[in-house]
């Protein structure tokens, strides 16, 4: 699986959009992107995930580059709660494909 | 229903105990997980289940012994653990391995302090 890399912290502001980016430059074309937060000490939450298009729910955004080498997800309307460590994560689709690596995540503080 | 349960909560064991952590998934999720998590580290992959039959084992020690009795339950089975194995246990489902099947749901952990 590819490795990704996420800046340390961020910070944003409640009621902002907050943009979390992922390098994820070895992806394989098989290979999709996730991306989880964990609030402090909870199980992982799973947000959105996507191939190449662009993605949307109701949690977030996913926009993925057209080479796909790297992601950003988009929470519109940041509040309190949000804050969290996000962990971006690429899985293929093989027979092992469960198998997947978590990096060290970007730990978001949404400050009122 | 995306739930996975974990019992127990919270787990103090001596060194040379032996306990067990329970995880149970009612998503016909065919894919079971086993994750470690230190304090500020992300989570580590253990044991993968698919399908019943062990997929994965990422070299860990034998005093963890993880069983899956059925596809809904998975346990993981502790003995002679070492105060260093004291972390957050993680169970997570998913469909087995797939184009866009992967999406694990992840439980709230078991918190294990090894004295």
């Known amino acids: 699986d590819a490795k990704t890399t996420q800046p340390t912290s961020m910070d944003c502001a409640e009621g902002r959009a907050a943009n979390l980016p992922c390098n994820h430059s070895t992806i394989s074309g098989n290979e999709y992107v996730y991306w989880y937060r964990q609030i402090h000490s909870q199980g992982p939450q799973y947000i959105i995930h996507?191939?190449?298009n662009n993605e949307t729910n109701e949690m977030a955004s996913l926009i993925i580059t057209e080479d796909r080498k790297s992601s950003t997800l988009i929470l519109p309307h940041a509040t309190l709660r949000d804050t969290a460590v996000y962990y971006c994560i690429v899985r293929g689709v093989t027979t092992n494909a469960g198998k997947s690596t978590f990096g060290d995540g970007t730990t978001l503080t949404v400050k009122p | 229903d995306t739930e996975v349960t974990q019992t127990p909560k919270h787990l103090v064991m001596g060194m040379t105990n032996k306990k067990s952590l329970k995880c149970e998934q009612h998503?016909?999720?065919?894919?079971m997980y086993w994750y470690k998590q230190k304090a500020k580290k992300p989570p580590e992959l253990m044991f993968v289940?698919?399908?019943?039959?062990?997929?994965i084992n990422e070299s860990v020690p034998s005093r963890f012994s993880p069983e899956c009795p059925n596809s809904s339950l998975l346990n993981l089975h502790l003995h002679a653990l070492q105060p260093e194995d004291s972390a957050l246990y993680l169970c997570a489902s998913s469909q087995p391995p797939g184009p866009s099947r992967n999406t694990q749901y992840f439980g709230p952990g078991t918190r294990l302090t090894v004295l």
């Open positions: 996507g191939l190449k």
């Open positions: 998503m016909g999720h065919r894919a």
């Open positions: 289940y698919s399908y019943e039959k062990l997929s």
